[in-house]
């Protein structure tokens, strides 16, 4: 087992930032090379795709949406995967879920390949 806790959400202005963390404990990633990935929910919305990275971290994967405006990171060696964000928007507003998974790259952008999941963290976007 994996177990994740989020930490870093809040409030902030549109055009600032914040900086999302997980931690996880149990079972770690490097273990068992595990994908990591960013996901959100807004109120009413589904859960999309925001951005993952590979084991090694050489390679990562974003949504259209925040491209160039966050990034993703991992450190092994602590068990954390971070999530950058800048020039923030209001519709950026939402939940934000780090998730875990065994599943190949491939399959990366799919919220239900994910085998754990953290509790979630609000972030919130003022206009």
């Known amino acids: 087992q994996v177990q994740l806790v989020e930490s870093g959400g809040g409030l902030v202005q549109a055009g600032g930032s914040l900086r999302l963390s997980c931690a996880a404990s149990g079972r770690t990633f490097s273990n068992y090379a595990m994908g990591l990935g960013w996901f959100r929910q807004a109120p009413g919305k589904e859960r999309e795709f925001v951005a993952a990275i590979s084991w090694s971290g050489g390679n990562t994967y974003y949504a259209d949406f925040v491209k160039g405006r966050f990034t993703i990171s991992r450190d092994n060696a602590k068990n954390t995967v971070h999530l950058q964000m800048n020039s923030l928007k209001p519709e950026d507003t939402a939940v934000y879920y780090c998730?875990?998974?065994?599943?190949?790259?491939?399959?990366?952008?799919?919220?239900?390949?994910?085998?754990?999941w953290g509790q979630g963290t609000q972030v919130t976007v003022s206009s």
């Open positions: 998730a875990a998974t065994t599943f190949p790259s491939s399959y990366y952008y799919t919220s239900r390949l994910y085998e754990y």
